[in-house]
T-cell receptor, first 114, second 113 residues
Framework: NAGVTQTPKFQVLKTGQSMTLQCAQD?????MYWYRQDPGMGLRLIYY???????DKGEVPNGYNVSRLNKREFSLRLESAAPSQTSVYFC?????????????FGPGTRLTVT | LAKTTQPISMDSYEGQEVNITCSHN???????ITWYQQFPSQGPRFIIQ???TKVTNEVASLFIPADRKSSTLSLPRVSLSDTAVYYC??????????????FGTGTLLAVQP
């Protein structure tokens, strides 16, 4: 099992450009999440999907959109990138959205917006 | 959601036992306590979870006093490879779509030879 995979690993964008970060999991998990982590900071939840067909905002959703394409895939889109979105983005999945279920994280996407 | 407070950093030496304490004064009845570990340039990894008293697995122990307002992650005989950031999280075990993990800034554990 690959677990949680993310593409790309690195990306540089110019201000105003758009891009989609891809995430896939092969653990048959129901819930998926997108976080961002700024230097020296903890992770902050952007959006999550408790189950296929549902998405909801997290702590910092502004400037992002998500799509739960199917049970395996959850993508994060930046429509018009801004320097403030320079960060490391982590995707995660869990069997269920309750806190008692362990979240499995991908390796991250390092995004720089100039 | 219960807020957690942890030390920003801790230092230790190889072979020592390390205890990292987390304060969560507003913990609710349905809340569980979970610890994650994060190495540089990697996503966090689940270490241990508990509700009360003591939980032990192959990696760590978690001590939770009766009032549950704090918890202590214990790492026995740390090695250089245990250098990482450790996050304490508190969340509603029955939470559905509204349940979210709040990571905070964590505790940076630096293990020296």
């Amino acid at each position: 099992n690959a677990g949680v995979t993310q593409t790309p690993k690195f990306q540089v964008l110019k201000t105003g450009q758009s891009m989609t970060l891809q995430c896939a999991q092969d653990m048959n998990h129901n819930s998926m999440y997108w976080y961002r982590q700024d230097p020296g900071m903890g992770l902050r939840l952007i959006y999550y999907s408790a189950s296929e067909g549902t998405t909801d905002k997290g702590e910092v959703p502004n400037g992002y959109n998500v799509s739960r394409l199917n049970k395996r895939e959850f993508s994060l889109r930046l429509e018009s990138a801004a320097p403030s979105q320079t960060s490391v983005y982590f995707c995660a999945s869990s069997e269920a959205p309750q806190h008692s279920y362990e979240q499995y994280f991908g390796p991250g996407t390092r995004l720089t917006v100039t | 959601l219960a807020k957690t407070t942890q030390p920003i950093s801790m230092d230790s030496y190889e072979g020592q036992e390390v205890n990292i304490t987390c304060s969560h004064n507003n913990i609710a009845t349905n809340d569980y306590i979970t610890w994650y570990q994060q190495f540089p340039s990697q996503g966090p990894r689940f270490i241990i979870q508990g509700y009360k008293t003591k939980v032990t697995n192959e990696v760590a122990s978690l001590f939770i006093p009766a009032d549950r307002k704090s918890s202590t992650l214990s790492l026995p005989r740390v090695s250089l490879s245990d250098t990482a950031v450790y996050y304490c999280l508190v969340g509603d075990v029955y939470g559905g779509a509204t349940n979210k993990l709040i990571f905070g800034t964590g505790t940076l554990l630096a293990v020296q030879p």
